[in-house]
C-alpha cells in the first residue's frame, strides 16, 4: 500500500487529531495563514508524492473561510502529487439550498460540489447531508454516513420509560423512520409551517404523544427555534419530557437563548462543529465512526457495512 496522511482545516484541528489518535498517525503538517487582505495562503509542509491523502475540513461558520481553506488545500496537495484526495467533511455548508424553492434563487449545494471536483477532490466523506439526492450532485463517490449509530446507544442507556420517536417536520420523516426502525420504536410527525427562513409556526402532532418520552431527530439545528417550539407543541399534548438529536450543532443567531428559556430538556448534538457549552446540550463524538469509515475507505472494504 502506498500509505495515507491525514490534514486537518483549521476549522476541524482538534477533530481530526482525536481522528489521527483513534487511527494511530500523526497528523500531517500544512502551514495555513492569511494574506493582511483575508486572502487564504497554504503551504503542505511535508512530502505527500505517491499518498492518499485526507483532509478533515468542517465547512460551517465562517462557511466562506472554511471552504475557501479546503478547496485552496486540495489545489497544494494535488499540485504536490498526491494520488488521490479525500475530503472528510464533517459539516457539508449550503447544502440547505438544494432545489429551487421560490423564482430566482441558486442551488448552492450543486454549486459547492463543482467547486470541490473542479479543485481535484475524489472522494468526499461527510455525514447526515440535509438532503440525501446532494449526493447525486457530484460525479465522485460521497460517503452519506448516519449519525444516528452514535445517538442509538446513549439514547438506551438513558433507559427512557415510554419513548417514542418524532420527526420536527415533513420534511424529516425518513431520517426518523430509519431511528425509529433501528431503535424498535413508534414515530409521530410535529407538522409545521415555515413562512420564512428561520421561523417557523408549529401547526399540530400527527400521532399521539400522551405520557410518552419524545425523542426528536434532525439533521442540524440552527438557532433552535423549530425544536423548542416542537418541545411546547409536544408537552402541550401531554409529552412527559422532550429531547432532541441533531447531528450538527450549527446555533446560530438566538439558539442558547432559545434553549435557556423554552421547553426541550435536552439537546443532543455531535462534534461535528465546533459548539459551546451548555446546560441542555450533550455532545457526543463522531470522531471514532469517521476513524474506521478512512481505515476502510483506504483499504478498499465496505462502508455500508457500518450501517447495515
Known amino acids: ?64 473561510d472554511n471552504l475557501m481553506e479546503l478547496l485552496i488545500m486540495t489545489d497544494a496537495l494535488k499540485r504536490s502529487s498526491a494520488s488521490s484526495i479525500t475530503a472528510v467533511v464533517p459539516y457539508y ?14 442551488i448552492t449545494a ?10 481535484g477532490i475524489d472522494r468526499v466523506v461527510t455525514i447526515d447531508l440535509h438532503a440525501g439526492q446532494i449526493q447525486g450532485f457530484f460525479d465522485i ?29 415533513i420534511g424529516g420523516v425518513a431520517r426518523a423512520r430509519y431511528f425509529a426502525k433501528r431503535m424498535g420504536l413508534e414515530m409521530v410527525i410535529v407538522d409545521k409551517r415555515r413562512e420564512k427562513a428561520n421561523e417557523s409556526e408549529v401547526m399540530g402532532i400527527i400521532g399521539d404523544v400522551e405520557g410518552k418520552d419524545v425523542i426528536m431527530i434532525d439533521d ?17 399534548k401531554g409529552a412527559t419530557s422532550v429531547i432532541a438529536c441533531a447531528t450538527h450543532g450549527v446555533l446560530s ?9 423554552g421547553e426541550l430538556d ?16 450533550k455532545v457526543l463524538t463522531v470522531a471514532p465512526l469517521f476513524a474506521e469509515v478512512i481505515r476502510r475507505v483506504y483499504h478498499n ?7 447495515a
Open 93 to 106: 455548508g449550503y447544502a440547505r439550498q438544494d432545489r429551487k424553492a421560490a423564482p430566482r434563487v441558486p
Open 110 to 119: 450543486k454549486l459547492v460540489a463543482n467547486l470541490y471536483e473542479t479543485a
Open 266 to 281: 435536552e439537546l443532543i448534538i455531535t462534534n461535528t462543529l465546533n459548539t459551546k457549552e451548555h446546560n441542555k446540550i
Open 1 to 64: 500500500m502506498r500509505g495515507y496522511k491525514i490534514f486537518a482545516g483549521s476549522a476541524s484541528v482538534d477533530f481530526a487529531s482525536e481522528v489521527c489518535n483513534i487511527l494511530d498517525v500523526p497528523l500531517a503538517k500544512a502551514d495555513v495563514k492569511k494574506f493582511s487582505d483575508g486572502e487564504i495562503s497554504v503551504q503542505i509542509a511535508e512530502s505527500v508524492r505517491g499518498r492518499d491523502v485526507f483532509i478533515i475540513q468542517s465547512t460551517g461558520a465562517p462557511s466562506n
Open 141 to 169: 463517490p460521497v460517503d452519506n454516513l448516519y449519525g444516528s449509530v452514535t445517538f442509538e446507544h446513549y439514547i438506551k442507556s438513558k433507559n427512557l420509560k415510554n419513548p417514542i420517536i418524532a420527526s420536527p417536520d
Open 220 to 236: 442540524m439545528v440552527d438557532t433552535a427555534g423549530t425544536m423548542v417550539k416542537a418541545a411546547t407543541a409536544l408537552k402541550n
Open 253 to 261: 443567531g438566538n439558539a442558547y437563548e432559545n434553549l435557556s428559556n
Open 301 to 307: 472494504e465496505s462502508v455500508n457495512s457500518l450501517f
